[in-house]
């Protein structure tokens, strides 16, 4: 049994630190995603696309918040910086960009420029786990006795296991597109969230790791903490439009 040519994992309880650790905090925040465990803390901000020609040209949501005179800062939401909820999925602010961040999903260019800073500040780089949301219908039958590593609020995984490399991989059947919902090496030196509901990812590891992270080329990563909230309304900063 695999998933995205990556062997099943049997023994979920290689994750039960990860789900005794994310099941005591708060719904809604960092720590719930990723366990408050850590040093440091990153999020990292999915980009939007400008369609130029063939090329999809990543788009920052610094770039964004200034076309709509909104605030860039570290927990900010894209409705709030986009000024509407049309554009969690539907609309676009064209010329500045078409299409909007990845939902639960983060893009394989961003995971491996993730991946490559990561290997870094493991000892394990070769032996990671990586888990996919059970939730998704398309493979449910193929993975109908799959063990699931369960999680707190029906975010229950499916583990397979790989490298760091292996990040970029595509975990669902094809034409489907899913990155691991969350990951980590077998020494526990740093783990990344991305819950199906967000547009950005989020990291737990040493301050050294969260720092060359935040400094990395190429990603929109800010300094988080474990308390931040998550959810699409919660920007502190920006006012957040009506539904």
Known sequence: MQLGGLPVEQDVAVGAWVAEAV????????????PPLFPAYARVLHPAYRYDGDDDVEIGWAAVAALNGTTAH?????????????????????????????????????????????????????????????????????????????LPRARDV????????????????????????????????????TDIDLMSTYVGGTEACIAELLAAPGLEAVPAEPGDRVGHADDPVNPVPPR
């Open 23 to 34: 099941g005591r905090a708060h719904w809604s925040t960092v720590g719930s995603l990723v």
């Open 74 to 150: 570290p927990r900010m939401q894209w409705p709030a910086v986009t000024g509407g909820w049309e554009y969690v999925s539907e609309d676009s602010q064209p010329p500045t960009w078409d299409g909007t961040p990845a939902e639960g999903h983060l893009p394989c260019t961003v995971a491996a420029r993730m991946a490559a800073v990561l290997a870094r500040h493991t000892t394990t780089p070769q032996d990671c786990l990586f888990g996919r949301w059970s939730g998704f219908g398309y493979d449910a039958d193929e993975l109908r006795g799959a063990p699931r590593l369960p």
């Open 158 to 193: 499916v583990l397979v296991r790989g490298g760091v490399a292996d990040a970029v991989r595509n975990l669902a059947p094809e034409p489907s597109e899913q990155s691991a919902n969350l990951w980590w090496p077998a020494d526990r030196a740093w783990i990344v969230a």
